[in-house]
Every structure is written in C-alpha cells, then in structure tokens.
C-alpha cells in the first residue's frame, strides 16, 4: 500500500500547459511523494539538480539523456563531450550555428552531449553527426548531439541499483523519443497527451491529459494505493 518510485521528465512533462517552465502544482505532491523521485531529463546536470533541490527531494538525477547519472552519492559519466563537440565545430565550420547566442546557459555546464536550437537546420547536423558516429535526438525542446549508448533507462537501472528499489515497481512519465528507454526499464509507463508518437507507441498508457495535468493525474492514480 506505499507509492511507487516514479521517475519523470521535466520538459513536456512537469510543464505547465504552456509547455514552458515547471507546474507549480507539482511541488507539494513530489515533496510529500512516499518512495524515490528520479528525474530524468535531456537538461545538463545543474537543472535537474537545482528542481530537487527546490522541491525538497533527494537529488536521485539522470541528466543529459544519460550521460550524467547521479545516485545522492555518486555521479557517473556514460560519454564524453568532445565528440558532440567536434560535430558542432563542423556544423560552424559549413556556416551554421548551435543557436543559443555567444553566453548561452543551454551548453554551458553540458559534459557529455550539446544541445542546437530547434530552430537552426537539423539535416546537415544529422548528416555531420553521423559521420562522426553519433546521433542527433530532437526532444521537442532541442536538438541533443549524442554518443549512441547512453539512455535515460540505463541511468535509471543505475540509480535503482544503488539506492536500492524495484525497477519493476516504478512508475515512469514522458513526452518524448528521449523518455522511450526509461518507459522500457519501468514497470509501468505514462505519455502525457503532448507526447510525440514515439513515446506514445513506447507507453504502456497514453494520457488524456497534456504536462503537467497528465503527470498529476498519474500521481493522483498511483499514489498510496499502489500494490505492485
Ligand atoms: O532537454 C531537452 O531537450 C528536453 O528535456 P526533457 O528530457 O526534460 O524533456
Ligand atoms: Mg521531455
């Protein structure tokens, strides 16, 4: 009768029904939440962190679309930036640009992967990409430059693994491509209705509601009468 681990996305997700900045709504039920919160999100490490931390949770993370992992102990680094970095020199070098402008906060602390605006062209950065061996993800938020192997799902088993509880027990929501191998290590799994169609073929449920409502509807649905 206790509620289930929940890992969830941030972008789609725990957003308001603008799509933009996080749910208000979402605080109290996370901060009360009676198992381990994980965030799992394609944001560089400090975002995620910094959501626990105002929350009021553990920060249990999966960062980067995996690429960082933190377990409240330990951090894991399942890629390196460089060959994300390279790619994005040769899109410079054919006249484009990532699109954040010279200061931007999107790269700025991003250790294994880069992020490009959804609004600079993604053919030549998938074609580049692909010549270097890695892939390009569109999240519906950004385009993310990535090695192949790192995935949110791993992080999570991760995580699990060292905080101790049951992959099997946890419940995962998503909106995006990027959520497909965390709805995959779960054992039960929600898209919110603005979730792409790939993450809705993943889902075990595809949600009425959209952001944040759907997340809340998943935790009104599973809190406390949970039994496995
Ligand atoms: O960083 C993104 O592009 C999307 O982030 P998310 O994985 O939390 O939705
Ligand atoms: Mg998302």
Wanted: aromatic share 8%.
């Amino acid at each position: 009768m206790t509620a289930p681990p929940l890992a969830l996305d941030i972008d789609g997700t725990l957003t308001r029904p603008d799509g933009w900045g996080i749910d208000p709504r979402i605080f109290d039920p996370l901060r009360d939440w009676d198992a381990p919160v994980v965030i799992a999100t394609g944001k560089a490490f400090p975002y995620p962190v910094a959501l626990c931390h105002f929350i009021g949770i553990p920060e249990l993370v999966v960062a980067e679309n995996g690429g960082v992992v933190y377990t409240g102990d330990d951090v894991f680094f399942t890629a390196d930036r460089e060959a994300a970095q390279a790619v994005v020199e040769d899109y410079r070098a054919a006249g484009y640009s990532p699109g954040w402008g010279a200061e931007n906060t999107v790269n700025r602390w991003r250790e294994t992967e880069v992020a490009v605006n959804l609004d600079q062209p993604v053919g030549p950065l998938r074609e580049i990409a692909a010549e270097h061996g890695l892939e390009v993800i569109d999240t519906g938020y950004a385009y993310h430059v990535k090695d192949t192997t790192p995935n949110k799902g791993d992080g999570l088993e991760t995580i699990a693994e060292h905080v101790g509880f049951d992959l099997e027990a946890c419940v995962a929501v998503g909106d995006s491509v990027n959520d497909v191998s965390t709805f995959q290590a779960v054992g039960r799994s929600f898209a919110v209705a603005n979730a792409d169609e790939t993450a809705k073929a993943a889902a075990d449920e595809v949600l009425e509601e959209s952001h944040a409502d759907g997340t809340l509807a998943v935790l009104e649905r599973v809190g406390g009468h949970w039994t496995g």
